[in-house]
């Protein structure tokens, strides 16, 4: 393992109907947002956990009693932890700090980016390992960011923020700014949370279309 004093934080609900991709349930269906939540968290293992970059973290929500959690964690020997309680920005902030009290480095990801790679998690844990960079700012094409690396704690990052909004990597980068924080961005890539996104999504990724709702 490349950075074996890093640590990759996967965030991701339980696939359940009604409660996961809930933005996709009006084009596929809560059965069918489900399974594609499902697809994507098990092909983002796929194509990180072979790079041994850093120790990798499911954390789960509600909890990581569901059967897929157990499946992953037992194919791709990765541990399970279970979110805190609050908003998206308290769950995040808490798991960042929880980490960099041992570990010099953390990326937050989650799955729903078919585009974020192995190389762009090394490249992020190299800039914050050797010192050069304080943050990794991964900006999704919603306005979104689809990674977030950190070296120090910097609770600022997540309170009070719009999410889901077209403007979180926006007020991200004026929080860095005003924390005085050094960070490097990666390219912007896509991610699948809209209706419009599964187009592009069957194409790239040989994913029927055919379950769709009319």
Do not use: N
């Amino acid at each position: 393992m490349r950075y074996p004093h890093a640590r990759i934080l996967l965030f991701a609900k339980a696939p359940i109907p009604g409660q996961a991709k809930t933005r996709l349930i009006p084009a596929l269906g809560a059965e069918g947002a489900a399974a594609l939540h499902a697809r994507l968290l098990e092909d983002t293992l796929a194509r990180l956990v072979p790079a041994a970059l850093a120790p990798l973290e499911i954390w789960c929500a509600p909890s990581s009693d569901h059967p897929l959690f157990a499946d992953l964690a037992l194919r791709y020997g990765v541990a399970l932890r279970r979110q805190p309680e609050g908003d998206l920005g308290r769950r995040l902030c808490l798991a960042a700090e929880e980490a960099l009290r041992e570990a010099r480095a953390v990326v937050l990801i989650g799955s729903d980016c078919p585009e974020l790679q192995a190389d762009d998690v090394e490249l992020s844990l190299q800039a914050l390992i050797d010192g050069r960079m304080d943050a990794v700012l991964g900006p999704a094409v919603d306005g979104g960011y689809v990674l977030l690396a950190l070296r120090v704690p910097a609770p600022e990052l997540f309170a009070a923020m719009p999410w889901g909004g077209d403007r979180v990597a926006e007020i991200t980068r004026e929080r860095m700014a005003a924390l005085g924080l050094r960070w490097q961005e990666l390219p912007v890539l896509r991610d699948l949370d809209r209706p419009e996104d599964l187009d592009w999504y069957a194409a790239e990724h040989a994913w029927p279309d055919d379950g769709r709702a009319d």
